[in-house]
C-alpha cells in the first residue's frame, strides 16, 4: 500500500528530501527561521525554470535531453539586457523567442537530421555560447532599473520570482494534463511508433517540446539577467546540475512518457536547501560538484531501473 502510494505520488520523495535537508540546515546553522525557506524558494528559480524545460523535452522520449540550457539562458540574459533598455516588453520577447529559435533549431536537427538529441545540443550549445562570446561585448549588459526592481520585490511576503516560478508551473500543468498536445506529448515519449499509428504527428509534437522548453530557458535567462543585476558568460553553469537533478527526482522519467509538474517543483527546493546545506557545512565547491554529480548519477539510474521494470 505504501509503496503504490509513492509510485502514484512521486512527488513525496522531493518534498521528503526537502524536510530533512531543512532539518540539517537548522542544524548545522542552530537557527529556524522561515525565512530559509522563503530564500531557497527564491534561489530555486532558475534552476527550476530549466528543469522544467529538461522535464518537456525529456517526456518526448527517445531519450532526449537538452544539454544547451545553459547556454541558452546566457544568450537570452544577453538580449534581454541589452533591449530593456530600449523598450522592456520588447526586451522580454526579445528574449523568449531567441531561446524557441534555439529549441527549435535542436528539434529541427534532432527530428529531420536523425542526430541523437544528447549530441545534438551539446553541439549546439557550444556554437550559442560561442555567438555569446562574439557578441557579448558589442551588448549592453545591464538591464532595465525599473524591471530589475520589479523581479527583487516582494508581494505580500513572497519573492516575485516564486510568484512568476508559481504561474508558469500552474500554466505547464494545464498545458500538460489538460490538453490534447500534453496527451500527445506523453503518448510519443512512451512508444513513438506506436503514437505515430494512431495519428498522432509526433515530428510536430517533439519539436514543440524543444521549442517550448528552449522559450521557457530563455525566459529563465530574463529573470536571471534581472536577479543578479547584469549578463555575463557562461552565467548558466551553475544552474545545470541541479535542474536536470530537480527534474529526474521530481518524478519525471529518463524514458519519457512520464511528466510531474509539482514533484520538478518539489525537486529544485530540494536541491536549493542542498546547496545550501552544503555551504553551511562549509565543503569546497570541488567536494559540492563532487556531491551533486553523484547525486544525479544514482537518481538517473533509479529512473532508468524503474522504467525498466514497468516495460
Not at 74 to 95: K, P
Not at 246 to 272: D, E
Request: glycine content about 10%; aromatic content about 10%; overall charge positive.
Amino acid at each position: 500500500m505504501i509503496k503504490k502510494t509513492l509510485n502514484r505520488y512521486e512527488f513525496i520523495w522531493p518534498l521528503l528530501g526537502s524536510i530533512v535537508l531543512w532539518v540539517l540546515i537548522v542544524t548545522v546553522s542552530g537557527k529556524f527561521s522561515m525565512n530559509q525557506l522563503f530564500s531557497s524558494g527564491k534561489l530555486a528559480t532558475f534552476a527550476l525554470l530549466l528543469a522544467l524545460a529538461q522535464m518537456i523535452v525529456v517526456t518526448g522520449g527517445d531519450g532526449a535531453i537538452d544539454l544547451s540550457q545553459t547556454y541558452i539562458l546566457t544568450l537570452c540574459a544577453y538580449v534581454s539586457s541589452d533591449l530593456m533598455n530600449t523598450n522592456i516588453f520588447l526586451g522580454l520577447l526579445a528574449a523568449v523567442l531567441v531561446g524557441a529559435l534555439c529549441g527549435l533549431a535542436n528539434g529541427l536537427i534532432n527530428i529531420y537530421l536523425k542526430v541523437p538529441a544528447m549530441i545534438t545540443t551539446l553541439a549546439t550549445g557550444y556554437i550559442i555560447f560561442t555567438i555569446v562570446l562574439l557578441a557579448a561585448p558589442k551588448m549592453k549588459t545591464l538591464p532595465n532599473a525599473d524591471f530589475v526592481a520589479f523581479i527583487n520585490s516582494n508581494w505580500k511576503g513572497f519573492s516575485m520570482l516564486t510568484v512568476i516560478c508559481i504561474v508558469v508551473a500552474v500554466l505547464l500543468a494545464a498545458l500538460l494534463y489538460k490538453t490534447k498536445y500534453g496527451k500527445q506529448l506523453h503518448a510519443a515519449g512512451q512508444n513513438r511508433l506506436a503514437a505515430k499509428y494512431t495519428g498522432i504527428n509526433v515530428n510536430f509534437v517533439v519539436i514543440a517540446a524543444f521549442t517550448l522548453g528552449g522559450a521557457l530557458c530563455g525566459f529563465a535567462g530574463v529573470l536571471c539577467g534581472a536577479f543578479i543585476g547584469g549578463a555575463f558568460q557562461d552565467m548558466g553553469s551553475t544552474y545545470f546540475l541541479p535542474s536536470i537533478a530537480a527534474a529526474f527526482v521530481g518524478g519525471t522519467a529518463a524514458a519519457g512518457g512520464k511528466s510531474n509538474v509539482a514533484g520538478v517543483c518539489l525537486g529544485a527546493l530540494m536541491m536549493s536547501f542542498m546547496s545550501t546545506f552544503l555551504n553551511a557545512a562549509h565543503l569546497s565547491p570541488g567536494v559540492q560538484k563532487l556531491i551533486l554529480g553523484t547525486f544525479l548519477v544514482l537518481i538517473l539510474v533509479a529512473s532508468v531501473s524503474n522504467a525498466t521494470k514497468k516495460k
